[in-house]
């Protein structure tokens, strides 16, 4: 059964199509309407209203998206789009209970999701917390518009998936227009004189750890899967690549050392081959110890040394590639010692360097009469 009907002036079209019942805002004028009903008859007759055979609940794919992630991709992505389907699961329950089937999965539920986002509750992390004000103090209503940005590209993915697996012929986010990102954060580095402080207060333990961190701008997990065989002291390179149970986040590269690092590491290895063999050049995650022990650890050395805003390892990763960009070293070159896989990516360091900018231009070869 297909038909129209209006509501406070407005006209909705309602149908059915293999067992699932769509109902569609049109508009307030009849006319246009009833042109909506002979459309989506013509699509119901022709087997072109975007359904499959095959259609799949959503929590179903949900569950097959995730485990297709733990068997493809770093644990830290499953994890990351986890919480993207638990955010969906959680709209579609409070603002579209009825909608269960991926196939009811539009653009106009999936707009409604961007709003809901935007109007959620959540914490300096984008996570959900529960009442008006998270434990940090620090909740704030609404998640940035990079982060829904995300959320939609991870929901894309997953419908795509569904349309390879036959559950959806066509993907809506398509449809959906992402946000504009200017309410992004300032990119958060330490200045030389907080570096000192920081690795003045380290232990010696880590005092190698975050001297690598800052001369190098590895990623955490670059770091703690780095062997004594990916470093080349003879011509003084770092060479991130894949290990048998791990890969780079995006492809392997090699990261030139400084004297500096590459006098420091010698010594390192000098006193690591007294407390025992390994081939990890740090041995960060011993048993006992947290996943965020080197997080836990730079937090309290922040506090100690009276540097404020840095509760991330990241933020080592950004000064690294802030004063490179400071120093007048071209984006192109940082984004290659950085494994971006975009230089977009790269961009949001532009800023630090309108010296250099300038500079660029007094190079040009072109000279007046």
Excluded at 135 to 140: E, H, I, L
Excluded at 212 to 227: I, Q, V
Aim: charged share 30%; net charge positive.
């Amino acid at each position: 059964m297909s038909r129209i009907y209006q509501r406070e002036n407005i006209w909705y079209l309602d149908v059915r199509v293999k067992g699932h019942r769509i109902r569609k805002r049109v508009g307030t004028s009849r006319k246009v309407a009833e042109l909506a009903l002979k459309d989506a008859e013509v699509k119901i007759a022709r087997d072109e209203f975007g359904f499959t055979k095959h259609d799949i609940p959503i929590d179903k794919l949900v569950e097959r998206f995730l485990e297709y992630n733990r068997t493809n991709h770093r644990p830290t992505t499953t994890e990351r789009y986890k919480a993207v389907t638990d955010h969906l699961q959680e709209y579609l329950r409070e603002k579209r209970p009825g909608v269960l089937a991926v196939s009811q999965l539009s653009a106009e539920v999936l707009e409604g999701y961007k709003a809901y986002r935007r109007d959620s509750l959540v914490n300096a992390n984008g996570k959900p917390v529960d009442g008006e004000k998270g434990a940090t103090g620090q909740s704030r209503v609404g998640a940035r518009s990079r982060t829904v940005n995300f959320e939609l590209d991870a929901i894309k993915a997953m419908l795509n998936l569904a349309i390879r697996w036959g559950y959806l012929r066509d993907n809506p986010v398509k449809d959906v227009k992402a946000l504009k990102t200017d309410d992004m954060k300032p990119v958060r580095f330490l200045t030389l004189e907080e570096c000192e402080r920081l690795l003045a207060a380290s232990s010696s333990e880590l005092y190698p750890v975050y001297f690598t961190f800052l001369s190098t701008g590895l990623r955490k997990a670059e770091l703690e899967n780095l062997l004594w065989s990916d470093i080349d002291f003879k011509r003084s390179k770092i060479w991130v690549r894949a290990k048998k149970d791990w890969k780079p986040k995006t492809g392997e590269r090699e990261i030139p050392m400084s004297g500096e690092l590459a006098k420091l590491l010698t010594e390192h290895r000098k006193k690591s081959a007294k407390t025992g063999p390994s081939d990890f050049v740090f041995s960060v995650q011993q048993a006992g110890r947290s996943h965020n022990y080197l997080r836990t650890e730079l937090i309290k050395l922040a506090q100690t040394a009276d540097i404020p805003d840095l509760t991330k390892l990241h933020t080592l990763r950004h000064t690294f590639a802030s004063h490179l960009v400071m120093q007048g070293v071209d984006l192109p070159t940082v984004s290659k010692l950085m494994g971006h896989s975009d230089i977009e990516t790269t961009m949001i360091y532009a800023h630090l360097a309108p010296d250099h900018l300038a500079n660029a231009v007094t190079k040009l070869p072109f000279k007046r009469r």
